[in-house]
């Protein structure tokens, strides 16, 4: 039903995606992001999978590092990770899903959707807008580190982690400022599941995950650990253990999914060819909206002095032995997708050298001449 109604929209212009790119970056410039990436995994830095495109084509795929820091086999290319806020991404794909379907819009408030949401101001005055563009107030949900594990272990669905803080007031008045957290995609995926009539994995697997071919992206358990899965770890009370104790055992609206940056490319590329959301929708969604946010996916240059060759959407995550960035850049035609089983911040490093040098030596070799 979603597909007849995308094949509509998937005709109209899709003036706000085109653009003119630059060429892509040269042998040498991938040498140079290659050569920064082994200098950062051979001082324990970094570990991970780095793919780059360019208009659609992949150019560069390369693992580096352990999958797991206390053994000694390799990452591999199509290695699943943790990715992290990354997955904020399938949330927003799946409301704007649900937008263009016509069962929910931007303004619709929290009391439309979930009726017995006990804070009557957080229900009568958040909107999806508001949700989507960390603009509500919504706050983070308190469930990591070592110490809530007995808190983790009481969840069974976002039903009962939308209940852990929705007495909570908004922390200011929604529309008034921004501020990232991860409790509004948990209001989210509570939505996304009312609306539906699905559990929230299962409407992501069935409208996301399959029609992108992401076959091997899933909200895994992170203590069911296969040899195709990179192991993370985080330090508690000095020690290095595994990084389920300090975090959701598996993903959820806000985060945490299993995925390959194979499968990643193949989301990016799915939402730029419409075959997931109708194309006018799209590049709403990935235009500035406010601040750093479009409607649930990064849209900015970081900073008024940027070029506007930098501008990105996408989404970034990390957290206890975990890293991803998904980065496409529409004015110059590339992706760059890494992900990463050590902490933050070195996959982030790594997801912004090629514009970074391009940035500092603007007369140099980092793409070939016409």
């Known amino acids: 039903m979603l597909s007849a109604i995308f094949a509509l929209y998937v005709l109209a212009s899709d003036t706000a995606l085109a653009r003119s790119p630059e060429p892509a970056p040269d042998k040498i410039a991938l040498a140079q992001l290659d050569g920064y990436t082994k200098a950062l995994t051979d001082s324990e830095s970094f570990a991970g999978v780095v793919l780059v495109a360019h208009v659609g084509k992949q150019l560069f795929l390369r693992p580096y590092g352990k999958r797991d820091q206390q053994g000694e086999d390799p990452v591999t290319a199509d290695m699943r990770f943790n990715i992290a806020s990354a997955g904020k991404m399938f949330t927003a794909t799946a409301v704007l899903q649900l937008i263009a379907a016509k069962k929910l819009s931007l303004d619709t408030k929290v009391r439309d959707v979930i009726k017995d949401y006990p804070n009557q101001e957080f229900a009568r005055k958040v909107t999806v807008r508001h949700l989507l563009t960390h603009m509500a107030g919504a706050g983070d949900v308190d469930i990591f580190g070592a110490d809530k594990l007995t808190v983790r272990a009481n969840i069974r669905s976002h039903a009962d982690m939308l209940a852990l803080h929705w007495e909570r007031a908004p922390a200011f008045e929604p529309g008034t400022q921004q501020v990232y957290g991860n409790f509004g995609h948990v209001v989210l995926g509570r939505i996304i599941e009312l609306l539906s009539g699905q559990d929230y994995d299962d409407y992501v697997r069935e409208h996301i995950f399959a029609p992108a071919g992401m076959n091997r992206t899933d909200f895994a358990n992170c203590t069911d650990v296969r040899s195709d899965t990179a192991v993370g770890y985080a330090t508690v009370d000095g020690k290095l253990v595994p990084n389920c104790i300090t975090q959701p055992t598996k993903g959820f609206a806000a985060g945490g999914a299993f995925s390959t940056a194979g499968d990643m490319f193949r989301f990016v590329e799915a ?52 890293c991803a960035d998904v980065r496409p850049y529409p004015n110059t035609g590339e992706t760059v997708i890494v992900l990463s089983n050590r902490n933050a911040p070195a996959c982030f490093s790594i997801a912004s050298l090629l514009h970074r040098v391009h940035d500092e030596d603007k007369n140099t070799h980092l793409r070939t001449p016409n």
């Not at 959301?277 to 240059?301: R, Y």
């Open 271 to 322: 939402l730029r060819h419409g075959r997931l959301v109708p194309k006018p929708l799209f590049a709403q969604a990935v235009t500035t909206q406010h601040g750093f946010m479009g409607l649930g996916f990064f849209a900015t240059e970081y900073g008024d002095d940027v070029p506007k060759r930098n501008f990105r959407w996408g989404h970034g995550g990390s957290s206890d032995g975990a």
